[in-house]
């Protein structure tokens, strides 16, 4: 947001002027106070409600297993998905690291999507924590289905790595938060069933499948033999993620997670946050959702875009025309107060979340509507 300087409206010399210019210089002054940020829905700062539940948590050490506010998150989480236990881990990244550690020997190959969070993102943490390679297959907006998967799965031959695991990624990051359809899930499971292979879900924004998709966790957890699920995205937690399946895995993860350094003393403090979040925040994501609608449909017929990914959830990603690079135009927006991120040279995203006001929406749709 352009600032008008003193140095401009000393240059008139007319109090006509002078009026005007401070009236403009208001106007800026106060539009520039309209900050949205769509960078991530990881961007969210908690609330006051969830301050106070987390200042009044009871808290122990959680090391000794003995917070009750972690004990009380980790049931929670686990009943909401029917899976016999769950563990609160400081990020999303630790719980599919955990996840993979305990469902592969170092030499095993792990299969998901070429633009997956794991294998893109995580740090080549599966090569680094488990000894592990990825099989990436290309995928449809970040879904792989059952036909590729049987396909890449290695025969019993010394030459090859053993196929031990599949990830999907429901909702998918770089998909622009597309979702799976439940019948493809059920023909991935089949396929690992068959095959003996164990399947993981990175659900960080599986709570927006769930909203989006009208589906239940339960059925979620009846399918996978782990999922972790993110509390620091959508959900508006500062920290945090959970990691689920059958009590022998969670015993296991645990171990895992103290290697990895992520043994935490009074986490409940972080837990109770979680408690909140899933009590309280998960129905709103269909507000992020109509509101990512809402933004795809005015950035779809703007110069600058080549095309938008369809939206399912609460990321929209387009392609921007070779005229306008997307930082260029993520630069553009951020000087009128619209933060975007360009996740390519032409690539934009915008994220919807809980920190994002009416106002905001307002203000960021008047501004996509008047870039030039
Ligand atoms: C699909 C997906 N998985 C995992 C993560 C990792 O979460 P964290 O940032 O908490 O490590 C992210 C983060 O954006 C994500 O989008």
């Given at each position: 947001?352009?600032?008008?300087?003193?140095?401009?409206?000393?240059?008139?010399?007319?109090?006509?002027?002078?009026?005007?210019?401070?009236?403009?210089?208001?106007?800026?002054?106060?539009?520039?106070?309209?900050?949205?940020d769509?960078?991530?829905?990881?961007?969210?700062?908690?609330?006051?409600?969830?301050?106070?539940?987390?200042?009044?948590a009871?808290?122990?050490?959680?090391?000794?297993?003995?917070?009750?506010?972690?004990?009380?998150?980790?049931?929670?989480?686990?009943?909401?998905?029917?899976?016999?236990?769950?563990?609160?881990?400081?990020?999303?990244?630790?719980?599919?690291?955990?996840?993979?550690?305990?469902?592969t020997?170092?030499?095993?190959?792990v299969?998901?999507?070429?633009n997956?969070?794991?294998?893109?993102?995580?740090?080549?943490?599966?090569?680094?924590?488990?000894?592990?390679?990825?099989?990436?297959?290309?995928?449809?907006?970040?879904?792989?289905?059952?036909?590729?998967?049987?396909?890449?799965?290695?025969?019993?031959?010394?030459?090859?790595?053993?196929?031990?695991l599949?990830?999907?990624?429901?909702?998918?990051?770089?998909?622009?938060?597309?979702?799976?359809?439940?019948?493809?899930?059920?023909?991935?499971?089949?396929?690992?069933?068959?095959?003996?292979?164990?399947?993981?879900?990175?659900?960080?924004?599986?709570?927006?499948?769930?909203?989006?998709?009208?589906?239940?966790?339960?059925?979620?957890?009846?399918?996978?033999?782990?999922?972790?699920?993110?509390?620091?995205?959508?959900?508006?937690?500062?920290?945090?993620?959970?990691?689920?399946?059958?009590?022998?895995?969670?015993?296991q993860?645990?171990?895992?997670?103290?290697?990895?350094?992520?043994?935490?003393?009074?986490?409940?403090?972080?837990?109770?946050?979680?408690?909140?979040?899933?009590?309280?925040?998960?129905?709103?994501?269909?507000?992020?959702?109509?509101?990512?609608?809402?933004?795809?449909?005015?950035?779809?017929?703007?110069?600058?875009?080549?095309?938008?990914?369809?939206?399912?959830?609460?990321?929209?990603?387009?392609?921007?025309?070779?005229?306008?690079?997307?930082q260029?135009?993520?630069?553009?927006?951020?000087?009128?107060?619209?933060?975007?991120?360009?996740?390519?040279?032409?690539?934009?995203?915008?994220?919807?979340?809980?920190?994002?006001?009416?106002?905001?929406?307002?203000?960021s749709?008047?501004?996509?509507?008047?870039?030039?």
């Open positions: 947001m352009q600032w008008v300087h003193s140095a401009d409206w000393q240059a008139t010399n007319k109090w006509k002027d002078l009026r005007q210019a401070r009236k403009k210089r208001f106007y800026f002054a106060n539009c520039s106070m309209i900050i949205a769509f960078r991530s829905d990881t961007l969210t700062r908690p609330s006051p409600a969830m301050m106070k539940a987390m200042a009044s009871e808290v122990g050490d959680d090391v000794f297993e003995e917070d009750p506010t972690v004990n009380r998150l980790e049931i929670l989480a686990a009943s909401k998905f029917g899976m016999e236990a769950s563990i609160f881990c400081a990020s999303g990244t630790m719980s599919n690291q955990i996840a993979v550690k305990a469902h020997q170092p030499g095993d190959e299969i998901c999507a070429i997956a969070h794991v294998y893109i993102y995580e740090g080549g943490g599966i090569a680094f924590n488990s000894g592990s390679q990825c099989t990436p297959l290309i995928s449809d907006r970040g879904r792989i289905n059952a036909t590729q998967i049987s396909l890449a799965i290695n025969p019993d031959d010394v030459h090859k790595a053993r196929t031990s599949v990830c999907l990624e429901n909702t998918s990051n770089r998909g622009g938060g597309s979702c799976y359809q439940m019948s493809d899930i059920k023909s991935i499971r089949a396929v690992c069933d068959d095959q003996n292979l164990a399947l993981h879900l990175d659900g960080a924004r599986l709570f927006n499948a769930l909203i989006a998709k009208k589906e239940s966790a339960e059925e979620y957890g009846r399918i996978f033999d782990s999922i972790s699920v993110c509390l620091n995205k959508g959900l508006g937690c500062p920290i945090g993620s959970l990691l689920l399946g059958k009590k022998e895995f969670i015993r993860a645990r171990r895992i997670r103290k290697v990895f350094g992520g043994g935490m003393r009074q986490a409940g403090f972080m837990a109770a946050c979680g408690i909140y979040a899933l009590e309280n925040n998960v129905e709103r994501l269909a507000i992020d959702h109509m509101r990512a609608s809402q933004i795809a449909e005015v950035i779809s017929s703007k110069s600058f875009t080549k095309c938008v990914m369809p939206v399912e959830t609460n990321i929209v990603i387009l392609e921007t025309t070779s005229e306008f690079p997307a260029y135009v993520s630069e553009c927006l951020a000087k009128k107060g619209v933060r975007t991120i360009a996740i390519a040279s032409n690539q934009l995203r915008f994220v919807t979340h809980l920190d994002i006001t009416d106002a905001m929406m307002n203000h749709l008047e501004i996509i509507r008047d870039f030039k």
